[in-house]
């Protein structure tokens, strides 16, 4: 499984719902066509945005390996990244607050039946 972090905030606070409406769509339909596993959209709670170094909102995207990763990537590139609900979201998102990072799941990870061994 990989997760596709995305940290961002958006250009306009005034059309935040439509907005996230909008990247909620292309998420969906990403998943519809079996290019995600999954997603989920993330607001930061700080209400004092000094006090947090993280951005707004969050994007958490799953993919089940490297090969619909990649498919996925692809598919966007060759349609281009400007085009379609894609293009609408970058417009939407502010040019200095994303910040993207992927992870990847540890697969063969089983913690200790013990507790007391995580301290």
């Not at 993330?42 to 951005?55: F, G, Y």
């Not at 707004?56 to 400007?82: H, K, M, P, Y």
């Not at 993207?100 to 061994?117: C, G, T, Y």
């Amino acid at each position: 499984m990989i997760h596709y972090n995305v940290w961002f905030d958006l250009r306009d606070k005034s059309e935040e719902a439509d907005d996230l409406g909008i990247i909620h769509a292309l998420l969906s339909e990403l998943q519809a066509a079996g290019s995600i596993t999954g997603f989920q959209l993330l607001q930061n709670s700080a209400t004092d945005p000094a006090k947090t170094k993280m951005r707004r909102f969050q994007a958490l995207i799953a993919f089940e390996d490297d090969a619909q990763f990649s498919a996925t990537f692809s598919a966007q590139a060759a349609r281009g990244v400007n085009t379609g609900l894609h293009g609408r979201v970058t417009s939407l998102v502010s040019d200095l607050g994303i910040e993207v990072e992927v992870f990847r799941q540890i697969a063969s990870f089983n913690p200790p039946a013990d507790p007391a061994h995580l301290c």
